[in-house]
């Protein structure tokens, strides 16, 4: 498993502590929100000291962003199935974002949690914005290749779009989270079509099916 980039000591093989903590945490999320989660009560829970647990993380929001290294690998897998070249750009693009919904859903209080923890911490910020922007090398390279190939029309630079258009992703986890007036199949439906249009133009996102 990756180590946290919170993670506030030197690199170690193993370390159960670390994991007790990050158990009891996660444990203590699911029980109530990130405001009221007691750190003295999650080092006792993990059976650690309350100073155990600020060795290992300078605070909750850490420990969220430690966490949340649990759904990174299906956040990844969602960003690959827009970068294939199985299927039409539509299929992909409404797959991706299925994949991103279904992802957050599944880790809801996790995602809950980071969007407090973002807000508390500008190191955690940093750590999201990170994760967000390894996606955009590998998207603005599909870009690119579908310029080359003729299906897709020039415009701004790939990465400018590629980062905009995953910016909207960010965007669409908070919403289903937090609620609002949508339902998840129009916020999905209508990402759909800013990616094929920002992507492939008004005429050639709409034979994209």
Do not use: C
Request: hydrophobic share 50%; glycine share 6%.
């Amino acid at each position: 498993m990756r180590r946290s980039l919170t993670d506030r000591r030197a690199a170690q093989r193993s370390d159960q502590r670390r994991a007790a903590i990050l158990a009891a945490f996660d444990e203590a999320l699911r029980a109530t929100s990130f405001e009221a989660v007691n750190i003295a009560e999650v080092a006792a829970r993990a059976g650690v000291s309350r100073s155990a647990f600020y060795f290992y993380f300078e605070n909750k929001a850490a420990a969220v962003a430690g966490l949340l290294e649990t759904m990174y690998d299906d956040v990844f897998a969602a960003g690959d199935i827009v970068t294939s070249t199985a299927g039409s750009p539509r299929s992909r693009i409404r797959s991706m974002l299925d994949a991103l919904m279904d992802t957050g859903a599944a880790h809801r209080y996790l995602v809950a949690a980071m969007l407090d923890a973002r807000a508390a911490s500008s190191a955690v910020r940093e750590i999201w914005d990170n994760a967000r922007e390894a996606f955009v090398p590998p998207i603005a390279a599909m870009i690119d290749t579908e310029r080359a190939a003729g299906r897709a029309p020039d415009g701004p630079a790939a990465a400018v779009l590629a980062g905009v258009l995953l910016e909207l992703n960010d965007r669409l986890l908070e919403r289903l989270i937090l609620g609002g007036p949508r339902t998840r199949d129009d916020l999905v439906a209508g990402a759909e079509t800013i990616w094929l249009h920002t992507i492939y133009g008004t005429v050639i996102g709409d034979q994209t099916s």
